[in-house]
């Protein structure tokens, strides 16, 4: 069983920082792709924000692009979103999401975090 767990989210001024994780756990044998989503206040769509591939290419929305910055360990099966100047409208839900294949076959699978709430407020 392969789980996403997230954590950092919280609630912060505009301008400011926040730090999001995100660790894979379970049986992996290779973690694909990693990005990060976000889901807005009143039904809004689930977006992605940036996305990071195994070898470190980043691609990242128009919205945050210069103010969000996706990494990762392949090392400790960890990706991170580093916010910084915060905006009220990156107030959402922010989802952890990765394509991984287990040690028993071929197949890639993806998987989804439970989510962590960003709150940006004055």
């Known amino acids: 069983q392969v789980q996403l767990a997230e954590s950092g989210g919280g609630s912060v001024q505009p301008g400011g920082s926040l730090r999001l994780s995100c660790v894979a756990s379970g049986t992996i044998s290779s973690i694909y792709g990693m990005a990060w989503y976000r889901q807005g206040p009143g039904g809004k769509a689930r977006e992605p924000v940036a996305v990071i591939s195994s070898d470190g290419g980043t691609t990242y929305a128009d919205s945050v692009r210069g103010r969000f910055t996706i990494s990762r360990d392949n090392a400790k099966n960890t990706v991170s979103l580093q916010m910084n100047s915060l905006k009220p409208e990156d107030t959402a839900v922010y989802y952890c999401?990765?394509?991984?294949?287990?040690?028993?076959?071929?197949?890639?699978?993806?998987?989804w975090g439970q989510g962590t709430q960003v709150t940006v407020s004055s």
């Open positions: 999401n990765a394509d991984i294949s287990l040690p028993t076959g071929t197949r890639i699978n993806n998987y």
